[in-house]
Structures are given as structure tokens and as C-alpha cells.
């Protein structure tokens, strides 16, 4: 039996109807064997298929983590591919990429504790809300 002609699951209506109501998303996503988790891909594929599609038109920012030194690049780009075909307004920069990431974060409180990192972070926020803003009308 097709799953999509026999509803959409609960899960997959609230997380779109989370969608359309944001002004602008933020994906912080680690890189899984060099490309997007298998769940956020499924979670951005399930809504691919969703009459009035959530992220038509919708600013997208993201940032990555990996324990190597490319801090998700791959994952970003992957990401990106797939946020066009779904016609999000994907930020460009400044990029967010954490590379080493276990080096970064408080090991106990998971606290970010790279003062550079921080301000690319911050950089990055500041820029994403004027874009935003831009699509508010």
C-alpha cells in the first residue's frame, strides 16, 4: 500500500504546520558519513510531498558540527541541494561550520566553549534575522 495516499502521519502535518508558521529555520545538523542524517533527510523528504510545501519561500540558515576538521561541509552542501529542490531561501553567509567539534564544547554541560567559534555563531544569527526580516513584508 502507498504510505503518502493513505495520509500523511500526525508527526508529518505538526512538523510542516511548525514550518509555515516560522518566519525563518535554523538546521544545526552534524555530518553523517559525509552527508545529511538519515533522519533529517527523511524528516525534509516526508514533507517534500505535502501540498503547499512548508519550506516554499521559507529562509533557511544552517550550521554543522563534525569531530573532523571540515565541520560538516559536506553535510551543508547536500543540505543545500536539497532545501533548493524544496525552494527554501537558503542563507548564505556567514557560514557555520565546527569542525573538531569535540575540541569545542564543554564535555559535562555541552556548553560551546570556543570563543571564536561563539562569535562566527553570533555573526551568523545577527546576519539570518535581517535576512528574515527581509521576507516579512
Not at 87 to 99: L, R
Amino acid at each position: 500500500m502507498d504510505v503518502q495516499a493513505a495520509g500523511f502521519p500526525g508527526e508529518v502535518t505538526t512538523f510542516a504546520e511548525a514550518i509555515r508558521k516560522a518566519d525563518g529555520i535554523i538546521i544545526v545538523s552534524p555530518e553523517y558519513n559525509w552527508t545529511i542524517p538519515g533522519g533529517l533527510k527523511n524528516a525534509l523528504d516526508r514533507v517534500s510531498r505535502l501540498e503547499n510545501q512548508p519550506f516554499r519561500e521559507k529562509p533557511v540558515a544552517i550550521q554543522s558540527a563534525s569531530g573532523g576538521p571540515l565541520g560538516g561541509a559536506r553535510m551543508q552542501y547536500h543540505l543545500r541541494m536539497a532545501l533548493t529542490y524544496l525552494s527554501a531561501f537558503v542563507f548564505g553567509i556567514p557560514e557555520v561550520f565546527v569542525g573538531l567539534a569535540q575540541t569545542k564544547f564543554d564535555p559535562h554541560t555541552l556548553e560551546l566553549k570556543d570563543d571564536p567559534t561563539r562569535k562566527v555563531v553570533a555573526d551568523q544569527l545577527a546576519a539570518f534575522a535581517k535576512f528574515v526580516a527581509r521576507f516579512k513584508g
